[in-house]
Every structure is written in C-alpha cells, then in structure tokens.
Nanobody
Framework: QVQLVESGGGSVQAGGSLRLSCSVS????????MAWYRQAPGEESVGVAA???????VYTDFVTGRFTISEDNAENTLYLQMNNLKPEDTAMYYC????????????????????WGQGTQVTVSS
C-alpha cells in the first residue's frame, strides 16, 4: 500500500513560479516510475512529466523548458518546479506512481499508474 500526498499549489500571476511536492509513504520497493498529471475543469487528465527510477525524465510539449520534475529518494518526495506559469496551466495537479517502467530512451512509454494523490490546485491569473 502506497500513499501519495501533494502540496505546494496556490494562486500566482502569469510569469510566476510554484514548486509542487508529492510525499510518498508505504511500500515503495516496487516503485518504477512517477509522474505529474493535471486536469483542468471540464477537460480530461493529461500527463505533464514523468521520471523513472534512474532519474530519466520526459515532458509534454506544453511544459518543456518551463517545468522540471525531480525526486529526492532519501526523502521519498517527488517535485515539480513550475516556472513562467501561464493561465492555461491552471488545473488540479496530481502525482502518480507506477510499478511499470514508463520512461525509456527519452520517451514516455507507459501510462499505467496505480496509485494517485488527492491533488493540489494551481491557479494562474493573467
């Protein structure tokens, strides 16, 4: 059993920054990949960034160059540094954990995430 708890969301103006955190507890021995997803009102959830157990990361086009995913294995915490935020980044952000490798050769290869946090809201005003 794994528990994920996100934090760090808030309201910022366009061009601002936020750093999201996802604290992971429980049995993480089979953790292979973690990711950030987001869901805006009325829209489907979309992947934002993923990182595998070797530290290789991938990003979707709309955040490349602005967002950075990282993890602190000693603290069992996943991060998402978000810079130059835009109003279209407004969404609920969720972290997910997968027991299947999901990043290979710079490509996001799997979307099978079995565990999710409750989400943290990010609101960007123009």
């Amino acid at each position: 059993q794994v528990q994920l708890v996100e934090s760090g969301g808030g309201s910022v103006q366009a061009g601002g920054s936020l750093r999201l955190s996802c604290s992971v507890s429980g049995d993480t021995s089979r953790n292979y990949c973690m990711a950030w997803y987001r869901q805006a009102p009325g829209e489907e959830s979309v992947g934002v960034a993923a990182i595998n157990s070797e530290g290789s990361a991938v990003y979707t086009d709309f955040v490349t160059g602005r967002f950075t995913i990282s993890e602190d294995n000693a603290e069992n915490t996943l991060y998402l540094q978000m810079n130059n935020l835009k109003p279209e980044d407004t969404a609920m952000y969720y972290c997910g954990l997968s027991h299947v490798a999901c990043v290979e050769d710079g490509i996001w290869t799997s979307y099978e995430f079995s565990d999710w946090g409750q989400g943290t809201q990010v609101t960007v005003s123009s």
